[in-house]
Structure formats: structure tokens, C-alpha cells
């Protein structure tokens, strides 16, 4: 990836300085209102938050910064999210102490909810904890479903910890076309991850809005197929634990089906639980669980070695009545794979764990 320079930073800095906040009298970024400012080869963009009952009286700002960042040298696209948050100081209600359920913040069933265009269908990919391999079961299931004939897409909506373009070797800059994202295709699946328009390293400090925000455009402005070309299937990586990125999604958007990925210790079954119970209340199916990081393989007699227990995920898919989809065994082939983009179902590989994404992948199907 190819950056434009700190200075340039600067200079788009200085700019949105001439444009005076409303509220405060000072610049924009005086004021703090320049959220995560990304400079790319011809685009520029970022998130402007402000207080729900000012965001009419900021439409002209956000008009204004657009306009000043696409008269940058070498800009040809500029974009201003404007994202509006909750006052400062407004918290759920006590009750000794619990947390009171607030009545606004209640899941209700899915209405009036719709796929992304020219996307036949869509399963979700979560854990509610991270750290079980929700993006290694995400990534090669989305690869498993190329293999077997299918077109498919993957979303990376881990906007705080994407690795979709590391996991599947893939980097690079998508392109606008006619108000659309093009995605990035690598071993025969269409990607998209905000890992693509920022560098690797950086820090994703962006309030819950913003984060949502960047979700929303990542499903509504890429262009993911052609009505002569649909998606069979869009997967989507979903980030660990039950916030606003969940709930953006599924409030807005058709997900036909949820797979649960967890490791067989309870620790990581209390959270797939309360993923479970969220997509529960709106309406989503759950399609089954699997099981990471099940059990390690001896090399020499090949005896099963279950590093975190063993039968957690299964009992959990019993009680929601659901299957089993998979048992993923821990094996450094699957640990390189990641590593060096190139999944193992899309690579041929015959291990164990590969096998068992096949399988599931199938039987998703």
C-alpha cells in the first residue's frame, strides 16, 4: 500500500482549519472534529461526530470539508462521514448493582431489512470473544465455498482488527467507480476490509458511530457483484462481543444465517452464548457451531490432545438444537496459512483441519 506523506496530513489539516465549528468558533480540527483523517493516493476522508441534536446544523460543514479536501493537490475523491452520537454523560440507569435494561437499546425481530445488492445470500461468521479464530474459520469457509463452485464475497467488518488482507495475501487499493467501491478478489472470493484503506499498523481509534458508519459504507458502497453475476453467498467476519457493529448489522441488513465459532473452554462458551442470544432476538438464524482449536494432534501416535477440554462447543450446539459443524483441529500448517495468505482451503491442502472446513462448508450449503 502507498501512503501520501505526513506533511500532506498537515496540509489537509490546515485546510479543514479554515472551516469554523458552529458550536466551538475554532477550526475543525482545532475542535477535534477530524476523525481518523486517511490520505490515500486520490482519495481523502474522515469521520465528523457531533452531538445527535446538532447534526442538521453540521450538513453544511460536512459539505464544506469535502469540498476543500477534494481541492487538494492530487485528490480526486473526498469523503466526510458525518456520524452523530449520544451526549456525553448518558449512561444506562442503576439499580443497585446491575445494569437496568434501557428500553430504547431493546433487540426487536428484524423488519423491512435487506441484502446487500446483488447478494443471494449472507451468513454471519461470530464468537462474542475474540481470540477463539473466528477469522481463520470465517476466511476459509468463504475459500471452502469458492472451491466447491460457489461465488463468493467476504466482508471483513472487524473495522478495529482487520485481517482479511493478511489472511488471504491480498493488498492493495480499491478503486472508486461510477459512487462505488470496487473490491479486491483474491483466490476466487471478493474481498473488502477497512484493512485496504489504512496501513496495517495504524490504530483504529474510532468512537462506536464511526465504527458503524465505516460498516454501513463497506456493505452499501461496494460494488459486491452484477445482477448478471450475483454473489451466492457473502460472508461476513464479524468482530468479537455483541456491540454496535452487530447491531448495525443486523438491524439493517438480511443475514440469513449465523455460525458460532468458539474453543471448547467454557470461558469462550459464556460469550458465544450471549452472541447467540443477540442474533436470537432479532430474528437470525443460527446455522451451527463450530468448534477451533479443538485438539492437537501427537505427531508421533496421533492421539488426540485436547488443550482447552474437549465436548464444550458440542454440548452448546445440543442445547441450541443445532449442529455441529466442525471440530478444527490446532495445526500449524493452518497457523502458516494464515500467516502467509493463503488459506488452507483454497491452497488444496488435505490436513485435518482443512477436511473439516470442507465439511462444514458443505453442509452450510
Known amino acids: 500500500m502507498s501512503f501520501h506523506t505526513s506533511a500532506d496530513k ?24 477530524v476523525q481518523g483523517l486517511v490520505l490515500r493516493e486520490g482519495r481523502a476522508g474522515f469521520m465528523l ?9 453540521y450538513a453544511p460543514v460536512r459539505e464544506a470539508a469535502e469540498k476543500v479536501l477534494a481541492g487538494l493537490p492530487g485528490i480526486e475523491k473526498a469523503q466526510v462521514v458525518l456520524t ?12 443497585g448493582a446491575r445494569v437496568a435494561p434501557d428500553a430504547k437499546a431493546e433487540l426487536k425481530p428484524r423488519k423491512e431489512v435487506k441484502r446487500p445488492e446483488n447478494v443471494k445470500r449472507v451468513i454471519a461468521v461470530a464468537s462474542g470473544k475474540g481470540g477463539v479464530g473466528k477469522s481463520t474459520v470465517a476466511v476459509n469457509l468463504a475459500c471452502a465455498f469458492a472451491a466447491l463452485g460457489q461465488r463468493v464475497g467476504l466482508l471483513d467488518a472487524d473495522v478495529y482488527g482487520p485481517s482479511a488482507p493478511r489472511m488471504m495475501g491480498v493488498d492493495g487499493e480499491p478503486l472508486f467507480i461510477d459512487g462505488k467501491l470496487q473490491p479486491l478478489t483474491a483466490h476466487g472470493v471478493t474481498v473488502m476490509s477497512i484493512g485496504f484503506l489504512v496501513d496495517e499498523g495504524s490504530p483504529m481509534i474510532w468512537r462506536g458511530p464511526m465504527a458503524s458508519s465505516a460498516v454501513r459504507q463497506m456493505v452499501n458502497d461496494v460494488r459486491w457483484a452484477t445482477p448478471e453475476a450475483p454473489l451466492d453467498i457473502l460472508v461476513i467476519d464479524m468482530p468479537p462481543g455483541t456491540g454496535d457493529i452487530h447491531l448495525t448489522l443486523v438491524e439493517n441488513f438480511a443475514v440469513d444465517g449465523v455460525v458460532i465459532v468458539s474453543t471448547p473452554q467454557e470461558i469462550a462458551l459464556i460469550d458465544a452464548r450471549r452472541a447467540v442470544g443477540m442474533f436470537q432476538k432479532t430474528g437470525a438464524k443460527i446455522l451451527g457451531v463450530i468448534e477451533n482449536m479443538a485438539f492437537f494432534a501427537d505427531r508421533t501416535t496421533g492421539a488426540h490432545i485436547p488443550i482447552f477440554g474437549t ?15 466442525a471440530e478444527i483441529p490446532i495445526e500449524v500448517a493452518l497457523r502458516q496459512a494464515g500467516d502467509e495468505g493463503a488459506p488452507l482451503t483454497a491452497s488444496g491442502g488435505t490436513s485435518a483441519a482443512a477436511e473439516a472446513f470442507r465439511a462444514a462448508a458443505k453442509a452450510l450449503l
Open 311 to 325: 465436548g464444550g462447543a458440542r454440548a452448546e450446539a445440543d442445547k441450541l438444537g443445532v449442529p455441529l459443524l
Open 10 to 33: 498537515d496540509a489537509a489539516l490546515r485546510a479543514l482549519d479554515q472551516i469554523t465549528d458552529p458550536r466551538s468558533g475554532k477550526g475543525l480540527a482545532a475542535a477535534g472534529l
Open 84 to 95: 452523530a452520537s449520544a451526549p456525553e454523560g448518558v449512561t444506562r440507569q442503576r439499580r
Open 49 to 57: 461526530e457531533v452531538p445527535v441534536e446538532e447534526a442538521a446544523r
